[in-house]
């Protein structure tokens, strides 16, 4: 048990090593360079991730099944809600703990606080739950479920399912919050400047024009400074920060703040709605709704529309070992990039971060996980009555209940480093990088720990 799970887990780490080497070395001109790897991630993002997407939902969905599968969004709501209560206690605690007390400070901890809440939800996990279903597909099938090829669309399934109100809540709440961060921090760097002093001869008194072009010319001789969509591109010729999971048509929304109010809100949930990796999902339950459609597309036979489902089946199928390429190469790039050396705010602020990242992504996050699954598996499996509503909220579908504990257990998104990236937080995103690469490197332990228990309990 021990073996499959470690070589399970093992598979992300070796997959993410190599996408880190090719965008650390050579150094000065990596194998997958910044501009490189922006363009490929576009290309995943817009091919390879929405068709992977659009073809699991479509082949494996149905009206029973939607009935079924619909308590998988409030696992992800509720584990959301259960991280950002532990990341703002924690940043509370280690504030007062560590005795950090100013503005540039506070915010640091928060910033961390925050990048705890929202797990790697598809990228860290598909190569997880692919090397399970070739060593228990077949087992779990001769007990009532589906074999090796039907289970890996079926774990897919399950993760992009955790997408939906994933990337709703990440981009409608958490960014909006990451742009007044920035603008809080532009605010005080901008303020922090020194002012200009006019220059005075003896007792002589300038004339005004003369002394306001003096002012003027002073003023404009200090270095300022960045503008807000200067920041975002400076960061992005820098890191090419523009990688996995980041909506093609947010920048547009970029320039619009949160105050702007409701209609601003709205425009910028319509945003996230419509962009592409949930637009493929709306589509692919859109086709597995109309039951004649999908038996065209995905069913037995050779109907011209079964070309067009398999094509996008093979579309699909690079963007697990992509992903997790991209992902570890942006974050090379970060850690690469001119601003991840430099120091913001207090280093005791991020050396707290750091506990916060830990205690949250690999002890509490899994351990509460851990303890809501047994004790609803456990209701379910009795006679009270509850019984009933908890095998609703935890269908007894053993790859479900598998995904479910899993992504408890999954390390921070790389998704909110780039999106510090591009509000204009590079340096914070380039000081999350080298503590992510802590956490990444201590969750081989934990991902574990928790696929020897999820193996144990429902596969075997």
Known sequence: LLGVSLSAVAQVFVLCGVGFCAGFYPRGDPLISPPFAKRLAQVSFLLFETALGFSVMAARLDASSLSTYWPVFLWTIMQLACCTAYGRVLSWAVSRALGITSATGLRTVRLYGAACVFQNAVAFLIPIT??????YGASVAQ???????????????????HVVPWAILFWAVQFPALQRAALITEEEQTSQLPGPEPELVGNTQEEPQRLRQRVTSADDAIPRAPSFSESLQSIERHTGAFTVGVPMSLPAQERVLPSDGLAAMGSRLLAIVVQPNLASLWLGILVACVAPLQAQMFGPGSSPLRVVGQAVRTLGTPAPVIGSIIMSCSLAHTMASPTAGDDVGEAKAHRGGLIILCLVRLILAPATGLLLVWATVTVASGSSPLAGAAQALLPPVPWLRVVVVLQWAAAPSQTFIVACARVGLGDYAGCLARSYLVVY??????VTGVTMWAVSNFLQ
């Open 130 to 135: 692919l090397s399970l279903c070739g060593e």
């Open 441 to 446: 490197l201590a969750s081989l332990v934990t």
């Open 143 to 161: 007990k009532g479920g589906e074999g090796k090829e039907a289970c890996e669309d079926e774990t897919i399934l399950f993760l992009f399912l």
